[in-house]
């Protein structure tokens, strides 16, 4: 089998992990001369959990959300050496497997990059790993990054 990857995804939510995995992924995408997609996505809240006080309007949320996930691709962008290499970055909402399997499929991607962990423990007992959702649904490999 001869496999070239043209385009790659690397998702990243602003943790260590999802770093080093972009770093893997710019690799990757620099030996091959592919596309390389940074993407964010982040879980809508459901409801409101503060203690106190009203709940921010949909607005003051979206837009604090959208401000987040232009500071976690801001700050993967300025680390990353990325002279020479064709890349975007994508923002997006709603459940991170479903979303980043969209983007992989959207952008014909042949490879996924992940951290192992992201999210917090609280997050990955009710919900499970991101990563390892990924690795049982994703339709094309799935590199995950210590």
Known sequence: MDWHPKTIVAGVDGSDTSHQAAERALAIARHWN???????????????WGIGGAPPSPEAMASAIADGQRTILNEIVQRLDL?????????????PTTQL?????????????????????A????????ADRLCHHSPIPVLVSP
């Open 101 to 121: 399997i969209k983007i992989c499929e959207t952008n014909d991607a042949d490879l996924l990059v992940i951290g192992r962990r992201g999210a917090g423990i």
């Open 83 to 95: 002279d020479g290499v064709d890349y975007e970055t994508l923002e997006d909402l709603g459940d």
């Open 34 to 48: 592919a596309k390389l997609i940074l993407a964010t996505v982040v879980r809508q809240p459901e409801g409101w």
């Open 123 to 130: 997050e990955r007992v009710i919900l499970g790993s991101v």
